[in-house]
């Protein structure tokens, strides 16, 4: 079982719509939880972090955390063309130095 | 974020000469580094972690006299892929973390350099 685990998709929604991303997690040591968006042959680039249980809101981001059941969750409301990217769900275990473990990126097409 | 760039943003090579990337954050003062590498179509895979001053760690498969790390400041780590071979080329990032970054503490936040594509030939 890996550690992090996405669906790697590719997710396709109409403009406009709601993006779900689901995100699980093996170690019940991780502490920190980390959505970063990654445009084709470019670096991830953070869009949000959250480190306690239910919802962190930014825009049109919101991040849902449930450590009991070990997923942690990115909706993205209003979705645009541009929202189009592989989206890296990431965590930190607190013993590990602040590295960061990659699930394998869910893909996400939005179409106009 | 802060500001991370790399160097080069892309290089070409012959099999079995060596490539060295810098990686400099700056605006921020990272006591670690991280060094990732990424294969086409596949998650971010990391290959060490260094913090300044001090010798890298190296995750398991990685072998450390092939990819050497120097980590002498807190702006600038580099990553020498030493001997490069076809199955070398690949994108490779770098990333900066811990410190102080806008007076807040960046433990946990890490901020990735725009990356270095690596062809080897």
């Known amino acids: 079982q890996k550690e992090v685990e996405q669906n790697s998709g590719p997710l396709s929604v109409p403009e406009g719509a709601i993006a779900s991303l689901n995100c699980t997690y093996s170690?019940?040591?991780?502490?920190?939880f980390f959505w970063y968006r990654q445009y084709s042959g470019k670096s991830p680039e953070l869009i949000m972090f959250?480190?306690?249980?239910g919802d962190k809101e930014d825009g049109r981001f919101t991040a849902q955390l449930n450590k009991a059941s070990q997923y942690v969750s990115l909706l993205i409301r209003d979705s645009q063309p541009s929202d189009s990217a592989t989206y890296l769900c990431?965590?930190?275990?607190?013993?590990?130095?602040?590295?960061?473990?990659f699930g394998q990126g869910t893909e996400l097409s939005v179409k106009p | 974020g802060a500001v991370v760039s790399q160097h080069p943003s892309w290089v070409i090579c012959k099999s079995g000469t060596s490539v060295k990337i810098e990686c400099r954050s700056l605006?921020?003062?990272?006591?670690?580094m991280f060094w990732y590498r990424q294969f086409p179509k596949q998650s971010l895979m990391l290959m060490a972690t260094?913090?300044?001053?001090?010798?890298?760690?190296?995750e398991q498969g990685v072998e450390k006299d092939k990819f050497l790390i120097n980590h002498a400041s807190l702006t600038l780590s580099t990553l020498t892929v030493t001997s490069a071979h076809p199955e070398d080329s690949s994108f490779y990032i770098c990333?900066?973390?811990?410190?102080?970054?806008?007076?807040?503490?960046?433990?946990?936040?890490?901020?990735f350099g725009p990356g270095t594509r690596l062809t080897v030939l």
């Open positions: 990333s900066a973390g811990g410190g102080i970054w806008r007076g807040r503490a960046g433990y946990n936040e890490q901020f």
């Open positions: 170690d019940r040591g991780s502490q920190s």
């Open positions: 959250i480190y306690s249980n």
């Open positions: 990431a965590v930190i275990r607190d013993n590990q130095g602040g590295k960061l473990i």
């Open positions: 605006d921020f003062q990272a006591t670690t």
């Open positions: 260094s913090n300044e001053g001090s010798k890298a760690t190296y």
